[in-house]
C-alpha cells in the first residue's frame, strides 16, 4: 500500500512538473516574443513541439484570449521553414494589437507531425462513414507528387483533437493567464489545419468559439473528378454543425495552384452553412482571386480572419 501511495505522488508530481520551456535562439519575431515547449508529450499523438507567442506587453497579472494553430513551425520565421515562408502572425497580430483592432492574446502553436500530419488532420468522422473499400484505397494509395504517401497510417485525427482539447489546453490554462471560456477559445490552420479546425469546433463546440479555415482542402487528398470526400464534408457539417448563436465560422479560398480545385466544394459548403442558419455575423466566406496555396498568401489576409472570429459584435 505505502508503495503505490509513494507512486501516486511521483506520478502527481510529473503530472504538475512543467514541459521543459526554452526561448527559441534561432527564431527571430517581430513583436512579443515566443516561448518553445520542447517535444510536449501525448498519450493520443506523437509528442511535438509547441511555440507559445507572447504579445508586447504581456503580464502574468492579466488574462488573455487564446488562438490555437496548426503547423505551429511556419507561423513565425521564414528562415526556419522548410519552404522559407512564414504566416507572420507575429508582425500581423502585433499590429493588429498596437491599433487596437484586436484584443491582446497568446497564440499556440502545435508543430503537425511529420509524416503523421495529414493523419492528424483529416477529419475522422466523415473518413469514416465513406465505404471501407474507398478508405483502404484512399490509404494505400494517395502519394503526393514526392512520391510519398498521404497516409502513414489510419486517420487519428479524434486522438489529435483529444490531444489539444484534453492535455495542451489544460497546460496552457494552468501555466498562462489565459481566459478559459469558449467565447475567448479560437482554433485556425489551412488546408488541411482548415480542415481540422472546422472538425475541431464542430467536435468541440463547447471548447472553442470560432475557428477560422483558410484554403480549406475540401478534397482530402488529390483532386479528381467524382472524389466522395467533399461530399462526405458536407453531410457530416449538415448534421454537426454547432449552433451559430454562439459560434464563428471563416473560410476562404485562391484560385491558383491547389486553391484553383476548391471553389465549386466551398461553394456547397456555403448553402449547408445558410440552411444551419449561419449569417453574416456568425459566418462568412472569402474568395481572393490570385491567390495561390501557400503561406506567403495566407500572411497576406490572415488579418480578414483574426478581425473577423475575435469580433463579439
Known amino acids: 500500500m505505502k508503495n503505490l501511495l509513494l507512486l501516486g505522488i511521483v506520478l502527481l508530481f510529473f503530472a504538475c512538473t512543467p514541459v521543459k520551456e526554452k526561448i527559441p535562439s534561432a527564431l527571430n519575431v517581430a513583436s512579443g516574443r515566443v516561448v518553445r515547449l520542447d517535444s510536449f508529450p501525448s498519450k493520443y499523438v506523437a509528442d511535438r513541439n509547441v511555440d507559445i507567442w507572447l504579445p508586447e506587453g504581456y503580464s502574468s497579472t492579466s488574462n488573455y484570449p487564446v488562438l490555437y494553430m496548426h503547423d505551429g513551425q511556419m507561423l513565425f520565421d521564414s528562415t526556419t521553414t522548410w519552404n522559407k515562408q512564414e504566416w ?7 499590429k493588429l494589437i498596437k491599433e487596437k ?6 497564440v ?22 465513406l465505404p471501407e473499400s474507398y478508405q483502404d484505397s484512399l490509404v494505400k494509395n494517395a502519394k503526393r507528387t514526392n512520391g510519398h504517401f498521404y497516409f502513414s497510417k489510419g486517420v487519428q485525427s479524434d486522438n489529435y483533437l483529444k490531444f489539444l482539447v484534453e492535455e495542451l489546453k489544460p497546460y496552457i490554462d494552468k501555466y498562462y493567464p489565459t481566459l478559459k471560456n469558449r467565447e475567448n477559445t479560437f482554433i485556425a490552420g489551412s488546408s488541411m489545419g482548415g480542415l481540422i479546425s472546422m472538425y475541431a469546433i464542430c ?39 454547432p449552433t451559430p448563436k ?68
Not at 101 to 106: E, G, R
Not at 265 to 291: C, E, I, N
Open 88 to 94: 507572420g502572425i507575429d508582425e500581423i497580430m502585433g
Open 101 to 106: 483592432k484586436i484584443k491582446p492574446m497568446i
Open 108 to 129: 499556440v502553436g502545435a508543430w503537425n507531425g511529420g509524416q503523421d500530419r495529414h493523419i492528424d488532420y483529416f477529419p475522422q468522422k466523415p473518413f469514416e462513414s
Open 203 to 241: 467536435e468541440y463546440p463547447e471548447t472553442f468559439g470560432a475557428a477560422a479555415c483558410l484554403s480549406t482542402h475540401w478534397p482530402g487528398a488529390k483532386p479528381y473528378p467524382g472524389n466522395p470526400v467533399p461530399n462526405a464534408f458536407m453531410e457530416y457539417l449538415a448534421k454537426n454543425l
Open 246 to 313: 454562439d459560434h464563428k465560422i471563416y473560410f476562404d479560398y485562391g484560385t491558383e495552384t491547389l486553391d484553383a480545385f476548391y471553389e465549386p466544394h466551398q461553394l456547397g459548403v456555403d448553402s449547408v452553412m445558410r440552411l444551419k442558419g449561419y449569417d453574416a455575423h456568425s459566418w462568412t466566406t472569402k474568395k481572393f482571386p490570385g491567390a495561390n496555396h501557400s503561406e506567403r498568401a495566407w500572411m497576406a489576409r490572415i488579418d480578414q480572419p483574426l478581425l473577423f472570429i475575435t469580433d463579439k459584435n
